[in-house]
């Protein structure tokens, strides 16, 4: 590090300028801080999803996610979990010092690229770092290309080092990482993990239904009912025995939807417990933590807020997880990323009103299409699932380490 000219330099230039104000911060939680620097902020859905998996096998952790200084923090939606999402500091060291001072962070996952030199060398002197899905297109700033020597110095303050493809493996060797540092490549993307169910409500609900077709439609916008109910009565046409399973978005649109179903079907209301007979047409819940036993009895899902506009709509990787094939209607504009990639594999399908809705479930009830389209969603879901698993395994050691030393 002595030996880098340019990276002396830079430091020399940050240290010349204005210190920065006091950030806003907010207050630090209890307990162990990961910290996640998302150096692409368009990939923060795959960002969330690991957030997630290190939350859940590690009780009591908090992530906390930063952006570089132009990035857009509307995609963070996760408000179920324990995250806390900010920008980074200034790269004056007054500006570094604070912000690792306040955090006191146990690891650092650092996403994609945009280096920020005195940022990674000051928490490089405390705590463990780890960069993933590094790309190309995240070394292209100026300095990356005339000071290489300072590019190199802050790459080798990374443990572990993984490229989203075997391009970026490239660059980053030839930028001087040390090859014993790298991981091998892959891509972080968002992965999904299985939603819960109790057992004993899924051997009740089987049994309950007695080898009957069924369908869910979940996140249904009050304005999606009539669709729903519409493509219900269609496909039901084709197979008369077939059970929708109806849960709706907002509890203000279950009155709505009881009045509108009740004139033409037999409604059964699960949160009553009530379970469906022979003589069943639609299921009602109103629990979106249900979500995991319904995915597991649905062949097909239909993914609701989907075909209004302004709605953030469904995480499609939560049915695709659970082995149920998904339709969705054309405004999924928040999880598009996630939609594309499995419409692209052949397990999700677009629909655009009642008949196309229908149509489909009648098609795809089919056990043989229902389990082609869940195969092929299957295998979306294990993409980047090595990564994920060595990340956290890295993780995991790094924050058992710094509990050792606290």
């Given at each position: 590090m002595a030996g880098s000219l340019g990276l002396a330099a830079y430091r020399a230039l940050v240290r010349r300028s204005d210190a920065p104000g006091p950030d806003p911060m907010g207050p630090r939680p209890n307990g162990e801080v990961l910290w996640i620097h998302a150096g692409e902020p368009s990939n923060m859905l795959a960002i969330q999803d690991l957030a997630a998996r290190l939350i859940r096998s590690r009780p009591g952790l908090h992530v906390l996610i930063t952006l570089p200084p132009d990035g857009n923090a509307a995609a963070l939606t996760r408000d179920d979990l324990p995250l806390t999402l900010t920008r980074a500091p200034s790269e004056h060291e007054t500006g570094v010092t604070r912000f690792l001072d306040h955090w006191m962070p146990g690891a650092v996952i650092w996403v994609w690229g945009g280096l920020r030199p005195n940022l990674i060398l000051e928490a490089a002197a405390?705590?463990?770092?780890?960069?993933i899905d590094a790309d190309p297109k995240g070394f292209t700033r100026r300095r990356d290309r005339w000071l290489p020597d300072m590019t190199q110095t802050v790459l080798n303050q990374f443990t572990k080092a993984s490229a989203r493809s075997a391009e970026g493996q490239t660059r980053l060797e030839q930028m001087g990482l040390d090859r014993e540092r790298l991981l091998p490549a892959s891509a972080l993307l968002a992965g999904g993990e299985p939603l819960p169910c109790a057992d004993s409500d899924l051997a009740e609900l089987t049994a309950a239904l007695g080898g009957r077709p069924v369908?869910?439609?979940?996140?249904?916008?009050?304005?999606?009912?009539?669709?729903?109910?519409?493509?219900?009565?269609?496909?039901?046409?084709?197979?008369?025995?077939?059970?929708l399973i109806l849960q709706l978005a907002k509890p203000d649109d279950v009155a709505p939807a009881l009045a509108a179903t009740e004139a033409d079907f037999n409604l059964a209301l699960w949160d009553e417990g009530q379970f469906p007979d022979e003589n069943t047409d639609v299921l009602i819940s109103e629990d979106a933590s249900d979500r995991g036993l319904f995915f597991r009895t649905a062949p097909v899902s239909f993914l609701g807020s989907s075909l209004v506009p302004d709605s953030i709509g469904c995480d499609p990787l939560d049915a695709a997880a659970l082995g149920s094939a998904i339709l969705y209607g054309p405004k999924v504009r928040h999880f598009l990323p996630s939609y594309t990639r499995?419409?692209?594999?052949g397990a999700a399908r677009i629909v655009n009103d009642t008949d196309g809705l229908g149509t489909a479930v009648s098609r795809l009830i089919a056990p043989d299409q229902a389990a082609t389209m869940a195969h092929a969603g299957w295998d979306v879901i294990s993409k980047g699932a090595a990564l994920t698993d060595s990340v956290s395994d890295l993780v995991q050691d790094a924050l058992d380490q710094s509990m050792g030393r606290a």
């Open positions: 405390r705590i463990p770092l780890f960069l369908w869910f439609a979940t996140q249904v916008h009050g304005a999606e009912t009539a669709t729903v109910l519409a493509a219900h009565a269609k496909a039901r046409r084709m197979s008369h025995r077939l059970l499995l419409a692209a594999a």
